[in-house]
Structure formats: C-alpha cells, structure tokens
C-alpha cells in the first residue's frame, strides 16, 4: 500500500500539514523536519495524491477535449500532441465525442461549469454556438478554441489557415499550368471546408482564370463520395483536368475512380490532396498534399489553455499558423 | 426592427436572484441604456433577451413574439461585446462576412450586406486591410459591423466601448448614438458608466442587486431620481445626502440639520411633506445646486437658502472648482464658479438653490420629492 502524508506524519511526529507544506516547498517548516520529511518521502518513493491535491484546490487535473466527430482523422496527431503536453503538466485528457451536437457539447460543456474539469479545448465545428460564448461569459475563461471562429466575443483560439494551405495547393496546379482544376470538397458549412473554397477561389483569381461553379463538388467527404465526384465531374461540360480534394477519404475514391476508369496520376489527371495522413500516405502513387503543422497546433492548444489555467493574466489570443505543400509523385509531370 | 417586452421577468442562479421580478418595454428603435453597479444584474438582463441564460419565470417578447423558448440564432438579434475577436490572417471584408458564410447566405447578399455597414460606418476603404493595420476605433467599428450585417431586430451591447482610451471612449460614444440614428433599430445598451449611460440613452433603466429602480430619460433621472440609490448614482460628482429633520414653523416647512443648517422648503413641496413634521429624512443637494455665497448673482442668499461650511480641500478644475467641505459630522462636495477664491481652513457661506433640493424618506430611501 503506497505510503501517505498521514504516515510519514506518524513517522516523523508531526501534523499532516506539516509534511504537506514541506513536499510542496512552502515556509512553515523548519530546515531540519522538512529534511526528514524529504528523506522518507524519497525512501518511500512517496508521490503525492493528484486527485486529493486538487480537491483540496477545487482543481481536476483534467482537462476536456470536445471532437466534432472520430472520423476525423486529421486530427489524430493534433490529440496526441494535446495528451503529451498536457500529461507533462500534470493534467489527464477526456475525449469527449459531440458528433457536431449542440446538446452533446451543451452537456460537456457542464463539466467546465460544475468544475469537474479545469478547462476545454474545443476542436473544429461552425461558429462557437450560444452554449461556448455563455459558458465564458458566465466566467469560465479556461476554453481554447481550435479552428473555430466566434463572432461576439474573443475566446482564445488557435487556427490552422487553411484557406492559405487550399491557395497553395491549387496555385501548384496552376503552375504546372492546369485551368480546369476540380475541387471535391467537405461540407462548407463547415468552417474549415468553406476556407479551402476559398482559398481555391482566391488562387483562381490570381491567375485570372475565372471560377467556375461546375467544377466544385461539395461532398459527404467519404470515400464514395471521392469515387462518385470523379464520375460526376467528368461529365461536365469543361470537364476538368486536374484534381484538389480537401479531405483524405475523398482522395482514396477518387483515386480508384481515375485509376478504375483506365487514367494515369498524373499523366491524365494530376491530384493534390489535403493533409499528411496515414490514409493520404498509402494511397500510392504518392499524392502531393497540402500538410497542416497539427502536432505544433496541438501542442500550443494545450499550452495555452494550461497557462489560462494556471496564470490570471495569462493573454488571451488568436494564433493562426500556416500549412505547407508537400510536393510529390501525383503531380509530378515526366 | 422591434420592441422587446419584459413582463414579470424573474431570473435567480441557484439563491442568488439577478433579476427580480422586471416589467420593462423597450420600444422600437429606443436606444435603452440599462446601468448599475457591478453585479446589478444588467449584463444577465442582455443575456436573457439574447436566449443565452434561460428565465426562471415571467415572459419576453421580441415584437409581439414571445421568445422564452426561442434559441438565440432565431431571435434577430446581435451582440457585441468590449471583448471581440478579429481575426488576424482575414481581411476587414472577411471578418464581417464570416459568419453569413457559414450561414449559407448567397454571395450577392453577403457583399450587399457588407458593403452596407461598411458604408455605415465609413470603413467602405479598409475592407481589404487586415485589422493589424487598423486603429484601436476602426477595430470596433468592424467589430460592429460584423453585428450589422446580420441585420437584427435588436442590437444588444454589452460595455462594448469598456476597453478602449478615454479620448476615444468619448469619440465612440458619439458615433454609436450617430449609427444608432441611421441604423433605425432598436439598441438595448449596458454599462456601468453613468457618464455613457445619460449621453447616449433615449431612456436609462437603472438597475441594482436585480431590481429595476427607475426607467426615465436621463434628464428625468437627474432631476426627479426616485430613490437615494438613484440619486446618487447619477450625477458626478454624487449627489450630498445629510440627515436632516422636518420643521413645521408657521406654514413654512424647513430641512433641519441638526443646527448644521435650515433651509426652507419651496412652497410647491408643501403638500408632499404633510406628516413628516418633526421626522427624520435626508437633504439631498447636488453639488452643482450649492454656490459660493460670496460670488452668487442669480439667488439671493438669505438665512433660509444658505449655510456655513469649513473648506477641507480645493480642487480647480478649469472652468469651475469642486470645494471638498465640512459642517459638523456632515460631508459634501459643491461645484462652484471659477471665480470662487475660497482657500483651505476657510469658513464660507454657502447657498442653496432651494427648488432643487431632495428629500428622502430615512427609512425607505424613497423621494419625497
């Protein structure tokens, strides 16, 4: 049975709080007892109760991390990371699925206000709903916002800019010198969806070609819905003769579809997907893709919200980070 | 555009209640202020009318509709806050048409919308800059455009203007009451500001501890404050409260401060003291309504209009002198003409100009007038 502050206070004979400000370096204790103290806790391999310490402080250690959806597999790496971070602080992370439910994240969201977690990192999904800006305006400052706007109020938040990540994707296929360039994205309600279009946009309009509507597939993003926007788009009347997909699942249909249909990457048709997933990794031939700094966005999530946590004054802000191209085989032109 | 209705509008958090039983109407393109101190309740009145915190009891009504259990997106309703967001890698159009964006309005109606306000707000050369390169006022004004362009029924304003400098406080006020008369909509305005609250509200609603106090146009509060809370919260300097009794001498009535001072009561008062002869109340005289006798040409000052006090500090302030003064156990502040030379240490007599005094009832803290 692990050793506890009562006994190594039994042990030395002194009061339970004696031992507690001694193993936590506050004054009130006299050079040689805190010694003592030290030297047992260490014999023993003593570590302290996370859980009664933050009881004691009305603190969880916990923290929440509300998903739109598991689906999601970009956003993998960026939990890890969150976990890491978070587990070098002390914390421990739950996942906490709202499937894009406002209830769902209604009801997580109670967890912050009933304090049973410290703080919540919230990932992806439209505009921060009433449920988001009402919990921070009742007080509960500890949120960190990832790739989500809100439009009242300033909640700390970190965005990837992903329009920026779709500009240099579809300015690569219009360097290689492709006009009719197709875009199967996700669904723009969908923040992030909706930069893509218009980072793809943007692009367009640089190169003055003019945008046309025909040629963007708003999609379901799954695998079939790749497959099914290959065969739609070809049917157009300026059928397209490069492909931009936002979603990796999108890129594995329309792949098979190309390839099903008897057409080389990239000899017929050149293909850049979105995100340096493992799905995007083994699709072969090698897709060039647009790759999110998701571990770093991870990373700055959870230390930003540990520092709300911890500092009062900590600074609220919007930190944006830009994507890179990955450029490789499925737009290589031999 | 739209009226909003509380009726017997109660809202409590757990025991605490931070609205109490509330009947109010703001009506249609009313600039309504609601001020009070901190923790009067205001900020959770906006949130009521946004849908953000459920009622507890009672009713309310955007226009004839009651919305108690309407979610705040079906409103028509939008809010800004001292406290927004923009964002940093959008230009000013973007960060106003965001969300119509991700609401799905056609690209027509978007850029409609956008241009509106941003012609409203004379902001129509910054859509493509990105809001480093604007101004600490610019900011704001794209911060309320994004509210504009959803075009809502009611505009709800929570202290927006709490984190800007004092000059350009000042300057924001004016241009929100300016906005408020082209946009033609209905605006329900909090703020802990009295100053703001009396230069930009058609009526005020002064608040405290959840209870409505009074609802009155800002020179009705300043005149005729209904209560002692009221008539202390506004006004700056703050209204001097003493207690006083009522004397009954002949017909006359007098405001007696224990030998401290006894100033008649105007005769069109008369009526209103009938049974507080020999009762304790509170004189209360705003500073602007003491004078310096000695430099006082629009009253005469006499042994029933006026007073000695002991000058404690001097404080000039330009165009007119705020004396710091005691009498007795009695403190005050009078705000005198420029020409006043009084000097600390100095006794000086000071006059009062009667029809402006304040009584109050010493128990209930209500006006008697």
């Known amino acids: 049975m692990p050793l506890t502050l009562k006994d190594i206070a039994n042990m030395v004979g002194v009061a339970e709080s004696t031992v507690s400000r001694a193993i936590s370096g506050k004054p009130g204790v006299s050079e040689e007892t805190r010694k003592e103290i030290l030297k047992i806790a260490r014999d023993y391999n003593f570590k302290p109760n996370k859980l009664a310490q933050g009881l004691a402080k009305q603190e969880t250690h916990i923290l929440a991390l509300l998903l739109p959806g598991l689906a999601e597999g970009n956003y993998s790496n960026m939990i890890e990371n969150i976990e890491k971070i978070a587990e070098k602080a002390g914390y421990q992370v739950i996942l906490c699925n709202t499937n894009n439910n406002l209830e769902k994240e209604k009801s997580y969201l109670n967890l912050l206000e009933e304090k049973r977690v410290d703080g919540a990192i919230i990932l992806g999904g439209g505009i921060a709903d009433q449920h988001i800006v009402n919990t921070k305006l009742r007080g509960n400052d500890n949120i960190v916002l990832v790739n989500r706007l809100c439009e009242e109020i300033l909640i700390p938040t970190i965005l990837i800019d992903s329009k920026y990540g779709s500009y240099l994707a579809t300015k690569h296929l219009l360097n290689l010198g492709y006009e009719n360039i197709a875009l199967i994205t996700g669904d723009s309600n969908d923040y992030i969806e909706s930069e893509k279009l218009n980072g793809y946009k943007t692009a367009l309009n640089e190169y003055s070609i003019e945008f046309n509507d025909n040629l963007v597939h708003e999609t379901k993003g799954t695998r079939q819905a790749g497959y099914d926007s290959f065969l739609n788009l070809v049917d157009v009347e300026t059928p397209p003769d490069s492909f931009f997909v936002t979603k990796d699942l999108l890129s594995v249909g329309l792949v098979e579809a190309i390839k099903m249909g008897g057409y080389f990457i990239p000899q017929d048709y050149p293909v850049v997907s979105y995100g340096d997933t493992i799905i995007n990794s083994i699709i072969s031939p090698d897709l060039t893709r647009v790759v999110e700094p998701l571990d770093y966005a991870g990373e700055m999530a959870a230390e930003v919200l540990i520092d709300l946590i911890n500092n009062d004054k900590a600074e609220e802000e919007i930190k944006v980070l830009k994507p890179k191209l990955l450029t490789s085989e499925s737009t290589k032109i031999i | 555009m739209a009226s909003v209705t509380f009726e017997n509008v109660t809202k409590r958090f757990g025991d605490v209640v931070a609205a109490k039983d509330q009947n109010l109407e703001v009506q249609d393109k009313e600039f309504l202020v609601l001020v009070g101190p901190s923790g009067c309740g205001k900020s959770t009145d906006l949130r009521m009318i946004a849908g953000l915190e459920e009622i507890t009891e009672g009713k309310i009504k955007i226009g004839d509709k009651v919305v108690n259990d309407v979610p705040p997106k079906d409103r028509d309703i939008a809010m800004v806050f001292q406290n927004y967001a923009l964002y940093p890698h959008m230009n000013v159009y973007d960060n106003m048409a965001f969300g119509l964006k991700l609401r799905k309005f056609p ?43 959803r075009e809502p029924k009611v505009f709800l304003m929570d202290e927006p203007l709490s984190n800007l400098d004092a000059k350009l406080r000042v300057q924001m006020r004016t241009e929100l009451s300016k906005l408020h008369d082209r946009l033609q909509t209905t605006v329900v305005y909090v703020t802990h500001d009295q100053t703001e609250a009396m230069t930009m509200g058609d009526r005020i609603v002064v608040l405290k501890d959840g209870y409505i106090q009074q609802v009155d146009s800002p020179l009705e509060l300043y005149n005729h404050p209904v209560n002692m809370f009221v008539a202390g919260f506004i006004g700056s300097p703050a209204m001097n409260f003493m207690d006083a009794k009522i004397e ?92 006043s030379d009084a ?19 010493n128990e209930t803290e209500e006006a008697i007038f």
Do not use: W
């Open chain 2, 107 to 149: 690209k027509e109606e978007i850029e409609r919308r956008v241009n509106d306000a941003a012609e409203i707000l004379s902001i129509e050369p910054l859509l493509d800059r990105k809001p480093k390169q604007l101004s600490g006022g610019q900011r704001q004004r794209v911060a309320l455009g994004r509210a504009i362009v």
């Open chain 2, 343 to 361: 000097e600390v240490g100095d006794k000086i007599k000071l006059g009062v100009y009667p029809q402006k005094m304040h009584i109050f009832d």
């Open chain 2, 248 to 339: 009954k001498d002949g017909d006359d009535y007098y405001a007696e401060g224990f030998g401290a001072f006894r100033i008649k009561v105007p005769d069109k008062f008369k009526e209103e003291l009938k049974g507080y002869e020999e009762k304790r109340v509170v004189f209360g005289i705003r500073p602007e309504d003491l004078t310096d006798a000695r430099i006082t040409h629009d009253l005469d000052i006499t042994e029933d209009n006026s007073f000695e006090a002991e000058v404690e500090v001097v404080e000039p302030m330009g165009s007119e002198i705020y004396l710091y003064l005691a009498i007795d156990e009695h403190e005050m502040i009078a705000r005198v003409d420029a020409e």
